[in-house]
């Protein structure tokens, strides 16, 4: 028990959970868009999928309506999730092992991920909440929490190194 709270103690603690979260989080995106895109091919027939190919139809459709457009580009977004995924994967056992590389790691993953909500609030404006009636507020919410999150990673690492 003494061994679980002095963990617990640990400011770095914070650190793992954080980044624990947030890898668990872009791993589970990106495998419900995997699943959607694959059925979306007919290759699999599961009810627990995303939803979001017809997100990206309703988002492009002012510009072309095309389903192998949206296949593809639902299969750049799971690119860019799964790149996430495995960057904050990377952050975390960094973190762990308290490598000195392990706050530039975390930061990067963190920012790499802001950027895909960046992207989805900023296609969101030009293509869906004008004709729509939609917002990009979920995502700039999101968004907002991974950039907080960099702030706690480098106030964490920095009470680290002074403790």
């Known amino acids: 028990m003494n061994r679980v709270l002095g963990w617990l103690e640990d400011r770095r ?96 993953a963190l920012l790499f991920a802001s950027t895909l909500w960046f992207f989805y609030a900023i296609v969101t404006e030009l293509t869906v909440s004008y004709s729509r009636g939609n917002n990009e507020s979920d995502y700039w919410v999101i968004c907002g929490s991974s950039l907080a999150s960099i702030l706690i990673i480098a106030l964490l690492a920095r009470d680290a190194e002074t403790t």
Do not use: H, M
Request: proline share 1%; aromatic share 14%.
């Open 13 to 108: 603690t914070l650190g793992l959970v954080l980044l624990l979260l947030w890898a668990v989080y872009f791993t589970v995106i990106a495998f419900g868009n995997l699943v959607e895109l694959l059925w979306s091919f007919g290759w699999i027939d599961w009810a627990n999928r995303s939803g979001n190919l017809k997100w990206v139809g309703v988002s492009v459709e002012i510009f072309v309506d095309s389903r192998p457009l949206d296949q593809v580009l639902l299969a750049g977004a799971i690119a860019w999730e799964a790149t996430a995924a495995a960057l904050l994967w990377r952050a975390l056992v960094q973190w762990g092992k308290k490598a000195t590389s392990s706050q530039a790691s975390a930061r990067g």
